[in-house]
């Protein structure tokens, strides 16, 4: 007569532990990069909206504002521009002059990332030094 088995044996289950933690070594660091790539490009857009924020608003005062900090603070760019950034743990600021140069300061390490008036296409730029 066959004997049927209702559980695993020992060996088995450290097999399958063994295969999962094989299969976790490759997921976690492609993960990692992939959130950290979803991070940066976030807050380029997010500058991309303050920079086109801040044109609307040269354009109705005839003069650019700087924010900074919390974003819906009394000096935070929500409140100053009207926006609805989410507050997820990047900080944007942005000094203003003859234009304006935005900044957003990323957490766990990743590179800041800066925007100016001056060249629609400077995400990343230096915006002659200002930030």
């Known amino acids: 007569m066959i004997k049927i088995r209702k559980y695993f044996t020992l ?5 399958a532990m063994v295969v999962l ?3 976790a070594t490759f997921a976690v660091p ?3 990069g992939t959130h950290q790539r979803t991070r940066i490009r ?9 920079q086109s924020a801040e044109k609307v608003r040269e354009l109705e005062t005839g003069a650019y504002v700087a924010c900074s900090g919390n974003l819906s603070g009394i000096n ?3 409140t100053l521009l009207n926006l ?3 507050d997820n743990g990047i900080t944007y600021s942005v000094v203003t002059g003859a234009g304006i140069c935005g900044q957003a ?10 925007i100016c008036t001056n060249d629609d296409h400077a995400v990343n730029g230096t915006c002659g030094g200002a930030c």
């Open 42 to 50: 976030e807050s380029q857009a997010m500058l991309k909206l303050i």
């Open 30 to 32: 492609s993960y990692w």
């Open 11 to 15: 060996v088995e289950l450290i097999i």
């Open 105 to 114: 300061t990323l957490p766990l390490g990743l590179p800041s990332q800066r």
């Open 84 to 86: 609805d950034i989410p």
């Open 21 to 23: 933690g094989v299969l």
């Open 76 to 78: 935070g760019c929500n």
